[in-house]
Every structure is written in C-alpha cells, then in structure tokens.
C-alpha cells in the first residue's frame, strides 16, 4: 500500500485542467444554490446588517434588542441548513465521482440519486461524532475552569485539557477524512472502513495532505478576493445592506442588482475552486490507498 501525500494535495488541480467544464458547472451550481437562498431568506440578511450595525454603539444589548437578531438568524438557518446538506451531499459525490469514476461525466458529475444520498448520510453521521466529541471535550473544559476560578493552579489543567481536546478533534478529523470517498466508491455508508483505511501508518501523510491542500485553497481565495476587490468597489459593498431592514427581496434587487450578482458570481467561482482544491485530494488518497489507478 503505497501514499503519496504531496502528489494527492495536487488532486484538484489535475482535475480542474482535465475537467474544467465540470468545475464550471459546479460554479454555475453554487451561483445557483446561493441565488436561491437569497430569494429565500435575502430580507432577513439585510435585517441582521441593519441590526448588528445598530447593535454596534451599544455596550450591553438587552435580550429584546438580541431578538430580532436571533429571529432573523433562526430563520436563516431554518432554510440554510438542510438545503446546504443536501447541496453539499451532490457537490461532494460530484467530485469523488470526478476522481473515482472520471468517465461518468454526463452533467458534469452532478447528480441526485442513491450516491447522494449516502454521501449525505455519511456526512450527518461524522458530522454529528465530530459534534458530540467537540461538545463533551468542551463541557469538560468548562467544568475544570469553572474549578480553577476557586484553585488557580488548575488552570495549567484547562490548558493542557484544552489541547488535548484539540489534538483528538484533529486526529478525529483526520481518521474520518476518507469517509465520503469510500461511501461513494463502494455504495454503502462506509464510516467503519474509512476509519480503518486512516491508521497510524498514513495517518501523518493524510494530515499533510489536507494541510497543504487547505493552505492552497485560502491562497486561491485570497487571489480571488484581490481580483475581486475592484468589481466590489465599482457596485459597492454589503455595507449598502445597511439601513434596508424589512426591505423586500424585489426591493433588495432593485436597489442592489448589481452589487448582488456582482457577490454572487464571485462567491460561486471562489466556493468552487476552493472545494475542488479541498475535497480532490482525499478521493486520490482513497484510490491509492485501496492500490486502484486514477485517470
């Protein structure tokens, strides 16, 4: 068994020069995905602008001036979270097909259907471990701190848990990195044997891999917020938000067409890359890891 973590890492890139029509399509997705969340909660994110940006002057916001606020979140979330699951859940089979099956190309990867809906599955089922691992290590740390108020030599305690933590989020993260690609490839939810793929063997490389594909991602974002900064400046900012709450979605638009698709535009080509770049990878590692040839 055979790992190259540095060749993995430049799996995104292979695969935007061998399909960039697909990834110009999952642009096209995400410039959808993010329109229609607009159409859907737009007035309540231009509502938290105005909120936050009154909020801003005072020192204790009460609980009825946070109510809106939080209203305003609830509602965005309501819509955001299981839509983003489920649009995630596609764009993630996508890539993993993109890699794993590069002959199935028809609508550019995308589809939705049995792989999706174990990718989502898989992808609730770490998403929750991860949530319950993070939420006793954090309950753990509370309760010591809360200790060390009365005994301040307890405190070196709530470092050294706090990092302990840390450290078991991260090889958590590290040993279920290969679940979405094996639930994928072998058409069941597949969180056992991706577990076991990820052992102290490849567990450093894995690691560095994601590392480095994270740190080229933030760097494709960061070029792409510097080639964006001159659009945004011509058609203003999100700062024109401010002051538009309970304003319509039509009044939205009418007011700020050219700053929203500006955003919107930006943001779908900029998500795009950076989820090719990310996600690619960790479908490479499971076909070297499993000995199978990638195109």
């Known amino acids: 068994m055979t790992f190259s973590a540095t060749d993995c890492a430049f799996e995104g890139f292979r695969l935007t020069r061998r399909a960039p029509v697909a990834v110009l399509l999952w642009a096209v997705a995400y410039a959808a ?3 229609l969340l607009f ?34 979140y609830g509602v965005i979330v309501a819509w955001a979270a299981p839509l983003g699951l489920l649009f995630s859940a596609v764009i993630s089979a996508a890539i993993a097909r ?40 954090f309950m753990l740390v509370s309760l010591v701190a809360a200790l060390a108020v009365a005994a301040p030599a307890l405190w070196l305690a709530v470092v050294l848990l ?18 979405v690609p094996a639930t994928f490839a072998e058409g ?9 793929m990820t052992g102290k063997e490849v567990f450093w490389p894995l690691m560095g891999m994601a590392i480095i594909a994270w740190v080229m991602a933030m760097l494709v974002g960061l070029l792409g917020s510097a080639v964006a ?8 900012g999100a700062e024109r938000l401010v002051g538009m709450e309970g304003a319509s979605v039509p009044s939205l638009l009418s007011a700020l067409g050219p700053m929203l698709v500006v955003s919107l535009l930006v943001n779908a080509v900029m998500t795009a ?6 996600y690619a990878p960790f479908s490479a590692a499971y076909l070297q890891l499993k000995g199978a040839p990638r195109a």
């Open 188 to 196: 069941r939810i597949a969180v056992k044997p991706a577990f076991a």
């Open 273 to 278: 890359a950076q989820v090719v770049i990310m």
């Open 162 to 179: 706090s990092l302990a933590v840390l450290a078991v989020v991260i090889w958590l993260s590290v040993r279920l990195s290969l679940v």
């Open 229 to 236: 900064a001159p659009l945004s400046l011509m058609v203003g």
């Open 33 to 35: 995905f993010f329109g």
């Open 39 to 72: 159409l859907l909660v737009g007035s309540h994110f231009a509502t938290i602008m105005s909120l936050i940006s009154q909020l801003e002057g005072q020192t204790e916001p009460s609980i009825e001036d946070m109510q809106p606020l939080m209203q305003a």
């Open 98 to 137: 993109s890699v794993i099956r590069p002959e199935d190309r028809k609508f550019g990867y995308m589809r939705l259907g049995k792989d999706e809906l174990r990718v989502l599955g898989a992808s609730l089922i770490v998403a929750l471990i991860m949530f319950a691992v993070s939420f006793v290590g």
